[in-house]
């Protein structure tokens, strides 16, 4: 198992552009959710989802939008970047049976200039 | 109150000392306690959970003390090593209407265990 993989591991974004973070699971787990990871802060949830196309707002959704059309894809969109969303991205995902564990992916290092 | 309250921010232990980091919150709908590891450049790791029912749970090294009159819980490092070198993030489970479940963090604590 691969667990929950996140691309791009890094990407420099200039304001006003778009872009998507991608986020996978194998471990066929209904929850899965972003959350956002600043200095000192620790780890804000932007959204979160409890199954294929049932998507809620976290903590701080505002400027992305996410969907989730297979159990396994949890793509987070970026519109209109702003100096304000760099940041690092941290997706992960559950079990909805059982356990309350979350298996977090290594993170996307996103830099908005 | 949706908030966990943690600290100290940043703790240097030497190797062979106890590390102690706190938790508090305020919410008494929370039902499920979990420390998070975290090292650097990598994603956040379960390292141990306790639930409201136990006081105390050890696995190894780590120990979680949980005080429900209090609301507080903390997580001990017993021997620390500089391998335990880390951000360890505490975190609660709401169990109250629109919280889905979903996991509160605390900002976080910093870890330097010198040799």
């Known amino acids: 198992n691969a667990g929950v993989t996140q691309t791009p591991k890094f990407r420099i974004l200039k304001i006003g552009q778009s872009m998507t973070l991608q986020c996978a699971q194998d471990m066929n787990h209904n929850y899965m959710y972003w959350y956002r990871q600043d200095p000192g802060m620790g780890l804000k949830l932007i959204y979160y989802?409890?199954?294929?196309?049932?998507?809620d707002k976290g903590e701080v959704p505002n400027g992305y939008n996410v969907s989730r059309s297979t159990t396994e894809d949890f793509p987070l969109r970026l519109e209109l970047a702003a100096p304000s969303q760099t940041s690092v991205y941290f997706c992960?995902?559950?079990?909805?049976?059982?356990?309350?564990?979350?298996?977090f992916g290594p993170g996307t290092r996103l830099t908005v200039l | 109150q949706q908030q966990v309250k943690q600290s100290p921010q940043s703790l240097i232990v030497q190797k062979g000392g106890i590390s102690i980091i706190n938790c508090a919150y305020e919410?008494?709908?929370?039902?499920?306690f979990p420390w998070y590891q975290q090292f650097p450049g990598k994603g956040p790791a379960l390292l141990i959970a306790?639930?409201?029912?136990?006081s105390e749970k050890k696995e190894g090294r780590f120990t979680i003390s949980f005080n429900k009159s209090a609301k507080q819980f903390s997580l001990h490092i017993m021997d620390s090593q500089p391998g335990d070198s880390a951000t360890y993030f505490c975190a609660a489970r709401g169990n109250y209407g629109g919280s889905q479940g979903n996991l509160i963090f605390g900002k976080g604590t910093k870890l330097s265990v010198k040799p």
């Open positions: 306790i639930r409201p029912d136990v």
């Open positions: 989802s409890v199954g294929a196309g049932i998507t």
């Open positions: 919410n008494t709908a929370f039902d499920y």
């Open positions: 992960a995902s559950r079990d909805g049976t059982g356990g309350y564990e979350q298996f």
